[in-house]
């Protein structure tokens, strides 16, 4: 199902690095920034995508889960180069409060940069999509991409997402701005649907689309919606889209289940998009309209249902792929084992003795 080239690497038995399993010392060496940043920085892991580093620990999921299942045998040159790599990039962090967060600030005006929280949270992810690659590269070579590519891809995707909404935030990116009233009807129809036949969401009529601009009227009072296209999960589509693209670059099958797998994983995020935007409306319709609750939950809505929906889902189609590899396996140790035996309608061979 996948490739060979991410079961043993560099052949041989493997050697144990300071006493640890390479794949584990590996795994550690590769996700020690974002440890060094839970500690040193606790507060600002917030799983909001542009509110903080919240997304590290889905990157380090991430990593961790593609090099556990590996069989590696890493010469210690390579680990000591990725442990110089690492120090740099702790460095970056333990620079970032004594002088180089306020000089990352300073230097958005000059490149016309929009948002200031994204610019700056955008220079962590790029640090650790370099630091992550870089690290990859040395340690397994051209074909890193085949064997563990899903943590340093998710970093990139994210460092894109957060440099978008820096340059072009709210509605002034128009591709991407499209798909919202497309998902605000959406909504719409749905809260009517559940206020004519299923409970009361309160007083007239509970939602109204246009635009994108959606006003509520719910059980206590009006409440209205800007939406852009960050808050629409168009960041999570292309999250999904790169992440998805690297992780069946790595499975042996056939092309067409692939676009399959990836057409229906399309079809998944969309809908939890979609659903993400219905319960901050039934959110805000049913519980209540102060803005800094609903600003608590939305920024936790997005991260809370995608990230296990993606999780979920990849791991759905390794499940699929396992039993059918399997089962084509022992199909095909049924077909030797059968060609192997003498044919039943074969001419038996007897002895015959003299009389």
């Known amino acids: 199902m996948f490739d060979r080239s991410k079961r043993v690497l560099s052949g041989g038995k493997s050697n144990q690095i300071f006493g640890l399993s390479p794949n584990i010392a590996v795994m550690l060496v590769l996700v020690a920034p974002i440890l060094f940043s839970i500690i040193a920085y606790p507060s600002t892991f917030n799983l909001s995508w542009n509110e903080g580093r919240g997304g590290f620990l889905f990157a380090l999921a991430f990593i961790s889960a593609e090099i556990w299942g590996l069989q590696l045998n890493i010469h210690r040159k390579k680990y000591f180069v990725v442990i110089c790599l690492s120090v740099l990039t702790v460095g970056y962090f333990i620079a970032l409060p004594l002088g180089l967060r306020d000089s990352i600030v300073s230097a958005a005006p000059f490149y016309k940069v929009q948002l200031i929280y994204s610019w700056t949270w955008m220079w962590d992810f790029v640090i650790m999509a370099i630091y992550v690659l870089s690290s ?5 070579g051209k074909n890193w991409y085949k064997i563990a590519s899903a943590g340093a891809i998710y970093l990139a995707g994210s460092a894109l997402i957060l440099s978008l909404d820096a340059f072009f935030p709210y509605d002034s990116l128009g591709p991407l701005q499209i798909i919202v009233q497309t998902y605000l009807q959406i909504d719409q ?13 309160g007083p007239g009529v509970p939602a109204t689309a246009k635009g994108n601009l959606l006003v509520l009227n719910g059980l206590h009072g009006h409440f209205a919606l800007k939406v852009f296209w960050p808050s629409a999960g168009v960041h999570s589509m292309i999250i999904y889209s790169l992440v998805m693209l690297a992780f069946l670059l790595k499975m042996d099958i056939p092309i067409r289940r692939k676009l399959v797998y990836f057409g229906l994983g399309v079809i998944g995020t969309a809908s939890v998009n979609v659903i993400r935007i219905l319960s901050l409306s039934l959110f805000a319709l049913i519980i209540t309209t102060n803005v800094a609750e609903w600003e608590t939950f939305h920024s936790l809505a997005g991260e809370i249902m995608f990230l296990p929906w993606l999780g979920i889902y990849l791991a759905s189609v390794v499940s699929i792929e396992g039993k059918r590899a399997k089962n084509e396996a022992q199909l ?10 003498p044919s039943d309608d ?3 061979k007897r002895s015959t003795g003299s009389q």
């Open 136 to 140: 990859q590269i040395v340690l397994f």
């Open 189 to 201: 129809w749905v809260i009517r649907l559940i206020d004519n036949h299923i409970m009361s969401l």
């Open 332 to 341: 095909r140790n049924t077909s030797a084992i059968s060609a192997a035996s």
């Open 346 to 348: 074969a001419p038996s």
